[in-house]
């Protein structure tokens, strides 16, 4: 996922490559006016960004942390490792 600059002018010209890259590649858009950021494009959550406030609100009722997540995380990272040959049959 690519965060990059375009300018309106540039926006208007590529407006369905910009569209497809956001759409499959999750490219992130800034777009500019007269060199000033002027808006954002960026894939669709499919529901509206939380507010700061209901981030924090989420964080403090989430209970108490799990200890052991951030191990379970790294031992799953570590057990994925990519086929040898991924062209083959199984």
Not at 23 to 52: C, H, Q, S, W
Not at 60 to 66: K, L, M, N, S, Y
């Amino acid at each position: 996922m690519a965060e990059i600059r375009i300018s309106s002018t540039e926006l208007a010209r590529t407006i369905g490559d910009v569209l497809g890259r956001i759409r499959f590649r999750r490219d992130t858009f800034i777009v500019e006016k007269n060199g000033k950021p002027v808006a954002v494009l960026a894939p669709y959550a499919g529901k509206r960004p939380m507010r700061l406030a209901e981030a924090l609100r989420a964080w403090c009722e989430a209970g108490v942390p799990d200890v052991d997540f951030a191990d379970l995380l790294e031992k799953i990272g570590s057990d994925d490792k990519p086929p040898e040959d991924p062209w083959e049959s199984r």
